[in-house]
């Protein structure tokens, strides 16, 4: 169960969070795509209890891998269509800020890949060069 916050701690919170999160949060537009997404998986009667859920995942507070989890245990959802929901959710919703989202969740003391490239870039040891070719036994020699 996600950890309970005061009024003042959500709006420290949400104070300290990038722009477009902020906008995401009370976006109007986002409130409209979460009744569809609600309306066509059969969950409109949870409309108010997802937009929660989603906006601590866009605050910090819930990791989107444990979403489809809170959504089973603490909404009483079937698996399958919590699944779903958090499908379109991470697609119409999430996606638009995952750089955002992913600096938000990264480790302290860490970047997210995206922002610094390649994983093979972050590693403290060089990558091994290739093994050497063997003679290709197929190919025919040109001489």
């Not at 979460?34 to 949870?46: E, P, S, T």
């Amino acid at each position: 169960m996600p950890e309970q916050y005061s009024q003042d701690q959500l709006w420290k919170l949400y104070d300290n969070l990038p722009e477009d999160l902020q906008e995401a949060i009370f976006s109007g537009e986002n409130a409209d795509l979460l009744d569809q997404i609600c309306a066509r998986n059969g969950v409109d009667n949870l409309t108010k209890e997802v937009a929660r859920y989603g906006g601590q995942v866009l605050m910090g507070i819930l990791p989107l891998e444990n979403l489809q989890k809170t959504f089973e245990h603490e909404l009483k959802m079937p698996p399958e269509t919590a699944k779903q929901v958090v499908h379109e959710i991470n697609r119409f919703i999430f996606f638009p800020v995952k750089q955002s989202l992913e600096k938000l969740y990264a480790p302290a003391g860490s970047t997210p890949a995206s922002a610094t490239g390649s994983l093979a870039e972050k590693s403290e040891t060089p990558p091994e060069p290739p093994a050497p070719k063997a003679p290709d036994a197929y190919r025919e020699s040109i001489e």
